[in-house]
């Protein structure tokens, strides 16, 4: 996910529960960290700014043949 609060709470959530976590803060880095490291589970967001979560989940299916990929949709709802 790009949004940092949603990304160290989501880091918190799955920790407690004994997971092991990787975090990145773009597609781009999402996708660097597919071509090193094998992954069970990949979170996405499907919308952000350069690469997207479609970008990522086709990356998740080239390098990680055997990885489940959950994607969501992050959004901020701004009262006023």
Avoid at 34 to 51: G, H, P, T, Y
Avoid at 52 to 77: P, T
Wanted: glycine fraction near 2%; charge should be negative.
């Amino acid at each position: 996910d790009d949004d940092e609060v949603t990304r160290i709470l989501l880091k918190e959530i799955f920790e407690k529960e004994s997971f092991s976590v990787e975090l990145a803060a773009s597609g781009e880095e999402a996708v660097a960290l597919l071509k090193k490291r094998n992954f069970a589970v990949v979170l996405s967001d499907i919308r952000m700014v350069e690469l997207d979560g479609f970008s990522v989940l086709k990356a998740a299916k080239e390098y990680q043949k055997q990885c489940l990929v959950i994607m969501f949709r992050h959004h901020i709802h701004h009262h006023q």
